[in-house]
C-alpha cells in the first residue's frame, strides 16, 4: 500500500555528515507519521526520529539531538533525516517507517507501532 525506498548512506568519517533520503509512493494520503529508525549488528532496532506528515511536528532521541534532524517536502512525498558530527556508535541500518494512525496526536517511537518499512540503508562512521 506504501512503498518506502531510502538513499543517501555510506561512508564518512567521524565528524562527517549525511543526508538520508526517504521516498514514498503509493497511498501515501494514508500516512500520519513518518520514522527513521537504526539497528546496529547485534543490536535492538533503535528510535531515532518521527515527524507527523501533516503539521510536521517532530521527534528525535536524546541520542541524537542536537546532532541530526529530520524534515519532510510534502510535495515529494519524502522524509529527510541530516546527520552531523556522525559518531562511530552511529553506525547502523537506517530504515524509514510509515505509520498510518494518528495515535491520539502522539507520536510513535516503538517498531511495532508503524504499518510500513523500507529496505534501510546503511551507514558507517570510521574513526
Known amino acids: 500500500q506504501v512503498q518506502l525506498v531510502e538513499s543517501g548512506g555510506g561512508l564518512v568519517q567521524a565528524g562527517g555528515s549525511l543526508r538520508l533520503s526517504c521516498a514514498a509512493s503509493?497511498?501515501?494520503?494514508?500516512?500520519?507519521?513518518m520514522g527513521w529508525f537504526r539497528q546496529a549488528p547485534g543490536k535492538e532496532r533503535e528510535f531515532v526520529a518521527a515527524i507527523k506528515w501533516n503539521g510536521g511536528d517532530t521527534l528525535h532521541a536524546d541520542s541524537v539531538k542536537g546532532r541530526f534532524s529530520i524534515s519532510r517536502d510534502n510535495a515529494k512525498n519524502t522524509v529527510y533525516l541530516q546527520v552531523n558530527s556522525l559518531k562511530p556508535e552511529d553506525t547502523a541500518v537506517y530504515s524509514c517507517?510509515?505509520?498510518?494512525?494518528?495515535?491520539?496526536?502522539?507520536?510513535?517511537?516503538?517498531?511495532?507501532?508503524?504499518?510500513?518499512w523500507g529496505q534501510g540503508t546503511p551507514v558507517t562512521v570510521s574513526s
Open positions: 517507517a510509515a505509520d498510518r494512525n494518528r495515535n491520539f496526536g502522539v507520536i510513535p517511537t516503538r517498531p511495532y507501532e508503524y504499518d510500513f
Open positions: 503509493g497511498r501515501t494520503g494514508i500516512i500520519y507519521t
